[in-house]
């Protein structure tokens, strides 16, 4: 009952997503150790570190690709059973995942796409193609604001330029209520043009009153984007800021410091761009 009226007076009180005390190993690699995360409501967090930091794990954690060897998570103020969490539940939950490789299938329509997995069936269990395809023209309308001629919900993925199936991808999550979209180097191996598109359509999430997780090699791009910053190196959380509290050059110098502290075993990798 607290809660419920400290939520309506002071609304960011309660985060969205809540992870606390993450442990997460393959085999003998420990991916993660004692990772506490929050997301808070229609914020952005950047998700930052060097190669084998283990963003990809919390975020595949998150949005129900991996289980998590201990810890305890909450979405929304309830408790998330940790061993019986899938991608379904996550969707359930609101937590949408955008993946950089494999976001969409090069040969078919924009529509199924849209729908690959989760058809909206009519009442004889066949697909609502029209409804899927006027859904899809929605989202290229109004969430991407692509009103050209040539792209409609019948076009193949290929007329869309990267930056643009990334945009897809995110209005697709938008588009299944995501409150939480989760994006796991979005901006890797774009070029300029198609990069300002991704960030435009981080901004959207944020207009929109969503949250996003937002991994990036580019500190550049992250500063941009985020409103906080969690640092993570060799599984663990080493700091946290808000955008406020650092300038771009103190966050890059910060990582860079890190980068350098490795082990020589991972010395060679760079804190750059590219995996
Ligand atoms: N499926 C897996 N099997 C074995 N080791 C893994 C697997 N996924 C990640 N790891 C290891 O966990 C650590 C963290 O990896 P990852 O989460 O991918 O880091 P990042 O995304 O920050 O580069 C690395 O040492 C990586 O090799
Ligand atoms: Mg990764």
Same mark, same amino acid.
């Given at each position: =009952? ?5 939520? $309506?007076?002071? @609304?960011?009180?309660? @985060? ?47 949005? *129900?690709?991996? %289980? ?20 379904? =539940? ?12 494999? !976001? ?14 989760? &058809? ?31 792209? +409609? ?7 869309? +330029?990267?930056?643009?199936? %990334?945009?897809?991808?995110? #209005?697709?999550? =938008?588009?299944?209520?995501?409150? !939480?979209?989760?994006?796991?180097? @979005? ?8 990069? +300002? ?5 981080? %901004?959207?999430?944020?207009?929109? *009153? ?6 990036? &090699?580019? =500190? /550049? &791009? ?8 969690? $640092?993570?190196? /060799? #599984? ?20 860079? *410091? ?5 082990? @020589?075993?991972?010395? &060679?990798?760079?804190?750059?761009? #590219?995996?």
């Amino acid at each position: =009952m607290l809660r419920a009226l400290l939520n $309506i007076f002071m @609304p960011h009180t309660t @985060p969205l997503i809540e992870l606390r005390h993450i442990s997460k190993r393959f085999g003998s690699v420990v991916a993660l150790e004692d990772v506490s995360f929050t997301l808070g409501s229609n914020e952005i967090v950047g998700l930052l570190g060097d190669n084998g930091a283990g963003k990809s794990s919390l975020v595949k954690i998150l949005s *129900g690709v991996e %289980q998590a060897d201990s810890g305890s998570f909450s979405v929304n103020d309830t408790s998330v059973a940790l061993k019986s969490y899938s991608v379904k =539940m996550a969707r359930k939950l609101g937590i949408e995942t955008v993946y950089q490789e494999r !976001a969409l299938c090069e040969n078919q329509p924009l529509w199924r796409n849209v729908f690959v997995g989760r &058809h909206k069936r009519n009442r004889f269990g066949l697909i609502d193609v029209a409804y899927e395809k006027q859904a899809t023209e929605t989202i290229l309308k109004e969430f991407m604001g692509l009103r050209g001629a040539g792209v +409609s919900a019948d076009a193949c993925v290929a007329v869309l +330029s990267g930056g643009e199936r %990334q945009g897809l991808a995110i #209005g697709r999550a =938008m588009y299944f209520a995501a409150s !939480a979209v989760i994006l796991d180097e @979005p901006t890797t191996a774009l070029s300029l043009t198609e990069v +300002s598109k991704v960030l435009q359509f981080i %901004q959207q999430i944020r207009k929109a *009153g969503r949250s996003a997780v937002f991994i990036s &090699h580019n =500190m /550049r &791009h992250v500063y941009e984007a985020c409103d906080r910053f969690v $640092i993570l190196d /060799r #599984g663990r959380v080493v700091q946290e800021l808000n955008k406020g509290d650092i300038t771009l050059e103190g966050l890059s110098s910060l990582l860079t *410091g890190l980068a350098c502290g490795a082990t @020589p075993a991972n010395e &060679h990798m760079e804190s750059g761009e #590219g995996e």
